[in-house]
């Protein structure tokens, strides 16, 4: 079964540019979550999407956001891009949103600010 | 909102040695989730083992076990017979609501545990 696959898995943009992830879930998960990854933050939960809708959001501005779609890929877009959105973003995909259910992630997508 | 704090940035142990990594967390739930995580220089974040809260039984998968203290929020994982390919940042996390309708996942800071030949 394939795992999780995130697109691009690195990207270099310039501020004030916006930038668009792409995540495929394993087959079968219906629900995707994303995740900012910093040195000095760490982990931090961007969103959830589930069944086409977002379920669950974090504290990230609205220059943060995602979709999913019918077959469950989940894109996030960043708009106005800053220095500080430099990170790994990770996509994790599990099969529905009960909480036993662990989330597999991807390898993630590197994004830097230049 | 809850916290989970990892209070070892950096641990080594020698190959084939037990090795154990802290957490503890902050909450006033009583239904939750914890969760170890591996994330590798490969940078894929892999589950290692995980603890419903409302289970007293400690979790063990092959050389990994937590000993998980529910009064006192703790939730440590012991790694027995270290081996080389567990040379990689470990993260605690915490699956609970966060006083939402929905359960959100947070992570501890990671501990980097190198495990030395």
């Known amino acids: 079964k394939a795992g999780v696959t995130q697109t691009p898995r690195y990207l270099i943009k310039t501020r004030g540019q916006q930038v668009t992830l792409s995540c495929s879930p394993i087959?079968?998960?219906?629900?995707v979550s994303w995740y900012q990854q910093t040195p000095g933050q760490g982990l931090q939960f961007l969103f959830e999407?589930?069944?086409?809708?977002?379920?669950n959001k974090g504290n990230f501005p609205g220059r943060f956001s995602g979709r999913q779609f019918s077959n469950s890929r989940s894109e996030m877009n960043v708009s106005t891009l800053e220095l500080g959105d430099s990170a790994l973003y990770l996509c994790?995909?599990?099969?529905?949103?009960?909480?036993?259910?662990?989330?597999?992630f991807g390898d993630g997508t590197r994004l830097s600010i230049l | 909102a809850q916290t989970v704090t990892q209070s070892q940035p950096e641990m080594s142990v020698q190959e084939a040695e037990t090795v154990t990594l802290s957490c503890t967390y902050d909450?006033?739930?009583?239904?939750?989730?914890l969760f170890w995580y591996k994330q590798p220089p490969s940078r894929q974040m892999i589950l290692v083992i995980r603890?419903?809260?409302?289970?007293?039984q400690n979790a063990t998968e092959n050389r990994f076990s937590v000993n998980f203290q529910k009064a006192a929020k703790s939730f440590s994982l012991k790694i027995s017979d270290s081996q080389l390919g567990d040379t990689a940042m470990y993260f605690c996390?915490?699956?609970?609501?966060?006083?939402?309708?929905?359960?959100?996942?947070?992570f501890g800071k990671g501990t980097l545990l190198t495990v030395n030949p």
């Open positions: 994790a995909s599990r099969w529905d949103q009960s909480p036993n259910q662990p989330q597999h």
């Open positions: 087959s079968g998960h219906r629900s």
């Open positions: 999407y589930f069944s086409e809708t977002q379920r």
């Open positions: 909450t006033s739930e009583n239904n939750y989730y």
């Open positions: 603890q419903e809260a409302y289970k007293q």
């Open positions: 996390a915490f699956m609970g609501l966060s006083g939402g309708s929905n359960y959100k996942l947070t």
